[in-house]
């Protein structure tokens, strides 16, 4: 049975930072290409990152509105990929969650097989 469970989020002031975690199991997890999303409120589901598979070399890939603060990488001996975000704004405030895929579809949500449950990350002004 595939899982992803994310873990990392909370309630941060701007500017602070925050690590999510999303840890797999149930697939080989070096296949796959993962992908962060997040849903704010009123909003529809957003693509924030997204990493290839090892035979892609990982390759990442952010939306613009997180480009150059957020930071996607790949651990495949601990099965989980992470996000480091920085520089938080209240905009980034919402339910972040994993998914995987087989091949990598970028942001294109309705292309991705399996997806985590969430976590929140508020970020106060």
């Known amino acids: 049975e595939v899982q992803l469970v994310e873990s990392g989020g909370g309630l941060v002031q701007a500017g602070g930072s925050l690590r999510l975690s999303c840890a797999a199991s149930?697939?080989?997890?070096?296949?796959?290409?993962i992908g962060w999303f997040r849903q704010a409120p009123g909003k529809e589901r957003e693509g924030v990152s997204c990493?290839?598979?090892?035979?892609?070399?990982?390759?990442?890939y952010y939306a613009d509105s997180v480009k150059g603060r957020f930071t996607i990488s790949r651990d495949n001996a601990k099965n989980t990929v992470y996000l480091q975000m920085n520089s938080l704004k209240p905009e980034d405030t919402a339910v972040y969650y994993c998914?995987?895929?087989?091949?990598?579809?970028?942001?294109?949500?309705?292309?991705?097989?399996?997806w985590g449950q969430g976590t929140q990350v508020t970020v106060s002004s």
């Open positions: 990493i290839s598979s090892s035979d892609g070399r990982g390759s990442t």
């Open positions: 149930g697939f080989t997890f070096d296949d796959y290409a």
């Open positions: 998914a995987v895929s087989v091949g990598l579809v970028y942001f294109a949500t309705h292309e991705y097989d399996y």
